[in-house]
C-alpha cells in the first residue's frame, strides 16, 4: 500500500457529507495534510477535461467523492442528470485516479440493494436497486471497482444526516413544532448515520492499509423511521407519543424505497477499521453538537 496521503481531494465539499469531511480532515492529528475541497460549481464530475486538470495542479494523494445526485424522486424523471452524477462522474474520477495513482474513496447507498433481506446485507449480496437512483450509484460502484481495482474503495451507507443541507433529522424537527402529530412509517428498516461519524471513518478508511474492496459504513443498530422519530422528539424533549406509525402504502412516493436495508459491517470489521457508535448514541451526539443547526432549520 502506499503511505499515509497527503494530499486529499474531497468533491462535493459544500453537501452534508463532503462540510463533515474537510471538517474530519482539518481537525486530523496525524500528519499535516494540504485538503483541496470542491464543490459541484467548481468541479464538475461529468467532465474529463475538468477532472484531469484538477488532478494535474493539485496531484491529489486521496480522494474521496462526496459528490452525488440525491434527489431520489426526482431523480425517476431527471435520469440522464442522475447517471451522469452517480455513475458517469465516478467512472471519471476512478480512470484519473488509477492513471495518477491516488486512492478513491466514493460513497455508495443501501439503495443499491431491493431490500427484501430478513438479516443485514453484506457486500457480497446481490445487488437488486429498485430506483433510478440505485440504479445510478450501482454503476458508479461498478465502475469505481472496474477502472481502478487497486486503488478504488466503495463505501455503502445508509440514512444519513447532518447540520448541512437539507436531511430527515431537521424535517422531523420542523414537523415537531409546527404539528400536534406526525405519522412516519414503521416498515422501513434501517441505520440512521451520522454524517460527522461517517467523514471520520471514510478518513480513517483512505488513510489505512485496508485492501480496496467494498465496505459498509453505518451506525450501529437498527430501527424504523417511525422509531428515528421517536428518537428525535426524545432529543427535542417532546412527547414521543405525538409519533404515530403509519405504512409505505399510505405514504406513496415516486421511487420506492427498501423495506430493509440494515449493511452488515463484518468487511470493515475484518479489515480492522474503527467500529461506528450505536445509532441512538450517535443521534444523542449529533444534538449535542450541532442541534441548533438541528432546531434553525
Known amino acids: 500500500m502506499l503511505g ?82 452517480n455513475a458517469a462522474g465516478p467512472a471519471l474520477l476512478a480512470a484519473e485516479a488509477a492513471r495518477s495513482g491516488a486512492r478513491l474513496v466514493h460513497v455508495s447507498t443501501d439503495y443499491v440493494f431491493g431490500g427484501d433481506a430478513d438479516r443485514p446485507y453484506d457486500v457480497s449480496d446481490r445487488t437488486a436497486p429498485m430506483s433510478v437512483y440505485g440504479r445510478t450509484k450501482l454503476q458508479g460502484e461498478l465502475a469505481v471497482r472496474e477502472l481502478a481495482p487497486d486503488l478504488g474503495y466503495v463505501v455503502r451507507t445508509a440514512w444519513v444526516y447532518g447540520a448541512t443541507g437539507a436531511n430527515f433529522v431537521k424535517t422531523m424537527v420542523r414537523l415537531e413544532r409546527s404539528q400536534p402529530t406526525v405519522s412516519v412509517v414503521q416498515d422501513q428498516r434501517g441505520s440512521p448515520t451520522w454524517s460527522a461519524d461517517l467523514a471520520r471513518a471514510l478518513v480513517e478508511l483512505a488513510a489505512s492499509t ?25 432529543e427535542l424533549g417532546a412527547d414521543p407519543a405525538r409519533v404515530t406509525p403509519t405504512t409505505s402504502d399510505q405514504f406513496v412516493r415516486p421511487a420506492p424505497r427498501p423495506a430493509y436495508s440494515v449493511l452488515s459491517d463484518r468487511a470493515w470489521a475484518a ?27
Open 271 to 297: 479489515a480492522g477499521l474503527p467500529s461506528m457508535p450505536h445509532w441512538r448514541d450517535a443521534l444523542r451526539a449529533a444534538f449535542q453538537v450541532c442541534g441548533g443547526s438541528f432546531r434553525a432549520a
Open 4 to 85: 499515509s496521503p497527503q494530499r486529499w481531494l474531497v468533491t462535493g465539499a459544500h453537501g452534508q457529507l463532503g462540510t463533515d469531511l474537510v471538517q474530519a480532515l482539518a481537525r486530523r492529528g496525524a500528519d499535516p495534510v494540504d485538503v483541496c475541497a470542491v464543490a459541484s460549481g467548481e468541479l464538475d464530475i461529468t467532465d474529463r477535461t475538468s477532472i484531469a486538470s484538477l488532478f494535474a495542479a493539485f496531484r491529489p494523494t486521496a480522494v474521496i467523492n462526496a459528490a452525488a445526485y440525491t434527489a431520489v424522486d426526482r431523480a425517476e424523471t431527471d435520469k440522464a442528470r442522475a447517471y451522469a452524477v
Open 210 to 234: 485496508a485492501d480496496p474492496a467494498v465496505y459498509h459504513c453505518t451506525s450501529a443498530g437498527e430501527t424504523t423511521w417511525f422509531g428515528f422519530t421517536r428518537a428525535i422528539f426524545e
